[in-house]
């Protein structure tokens, strides 16, 4: 089990420590740093900068959200930071969900969540390959573009740059049981935004994995004495999730908490923030959904804990960890 550094999306601005955990996780011998974008500082920018004060360490999104760029778009992306990391990028995607597709991007969010995924990597995979212009006729990402509003004036093109890598790994975000069943299809791996090691039944895994299939969670990581306020960022995260980032009646992130068997405390959640009691909506999250999430406690409690996560399918456990401590931590008992 490898592990990676997640450093998420900035708040009200860029994080003066993410550089130093960045450099501090490839001199302990971290495989890979991961960024975030939401409705605020973008994925790639933040990436390109560490990618510029690293050497070795692979450079992850977690998520690039597609409803931010076409297909085309993204592939650019990934392949400008591949080459200027000499071969360090790897695309994670994620579809988001309608509040944020069309409350912040402006856009539809796509009748068929499935297809518009599909699409979208097959549109990457095209771009990276090189091996023909790219040409898809489909529902969502059509090319050449061929909507009644258009010209009717595109034409198929291959991209000018040649890619440093065709076979770029592409991971997905996914959390329903379809959308896990797709991405083992049609990626290279999975990020699920929060795994339970001792639930795995929840989200359909096959017993079989595709060869060389990444599973790569995000899980907090916290040494502390005190567990419950350990636990405290991790519960303030989840109240935000399945309460604030989904519409009450399409929430992907409260129904997965629901098919972990906390749908009661999900819906109260939900309730709360809508009502704008935030801080209720914190203290509402189980501490006990909380702790099976995620790596808080003293040493040897973290220690005891990751055997669960490393007896499972899990290829790179991506950490949030609030200081380097705690990355070295993770690093000594991962040896």
């Excluded at 990402?141 to 034409?155: I, M, V």
């Excluded at 996914?174 to 990626?187: D, S, V, Y």
């Amino acid at each position: 089990m490898r592990l990676g550094l997640a450093l998420g999306y900035w708040g009200r601005g860029p994080n003066p420590g993410h550089l130093d955990l960045a450099r501090e996780a490839e001199r302990l011998g971290y495989a890979s740093v991961w960024t975030a974008e939401a409705w605020g500082s973008d994925v790639f920018t933040p990436l390109t900068w560490i990618a510029a004060h690293t050497s070795r360490i692979e450079l992850g999104t977690a998520i690039a959200q597609m409803a931010a760029r076409s297909p085309t778009a993204t592939a650019m992306h990934a392949l400008t930071l591949d080459h200027l990391s000499g071969g360090r990028m790897t695309l994670g995607l994620g579809l988001s969900g309608p509040q944020v597709v069309e409350g912040w991007y402006g856009r539809p969010f796509p009748k068929s969540p499935l297809t518009a995924t599909r699409e979208y990597v097959d549109v990457i995979r095209q771009t990276l390959r090189r091996e023909r212009p790219v040409s898809l006729e489909g529902r969502f990402h059509s090319h050449p573009y061929r909507g009644e509003d258009g010209t009717g004036l595109g034409k198929p093109l291959k991209s000018i740059t040649h890619p440093l890598r065709a076979e770029l790994p592409v991971l997905l975000g996914a959390e329903g049981p379809r959308n896990i069943a797709q991405t083992l299809e049609i990626a290279d791996g999975w990020l699920p935004l929060y795994w339970s090691p001792t639930r795995p039944d929840v989200y359909a895994l096959p017993d079989r994995l595709p060869p060389g299939f990444r599973v790569a969670p995000l899980v907090r990581a916290q040494v502390c004495d005190d567990v419950a306020a350990g636990l405290l960022p991790v519960k303030a995260m989840l109240g935000f999730y399945i309460g604030g980032m989904g519409h009450a009646t399409r929430n992907f992130h409260a129904d997965l908490m629901a098919r972990m068997g906390y749908e009661p405390e999900a819906r109260r959640i939900q309730d709360l923030f809508a009502e704008g009691r935030r801080d209720e909506a914190v203290l509402a999250v189980p501490d006990a959904f909380a702790d099976e999430i995620s790596l808080v406690g003293p040493r040897n409690r973290i220690a005891e804990r990751l055997e669960l996560w490393r007896k499972g399918p899990v290829t790179d456990l991506l950490v949030t960890a609030p200081d380097p401590a705690a990355l070295r931590v993770l690093a000594d008992l991962c040896r």
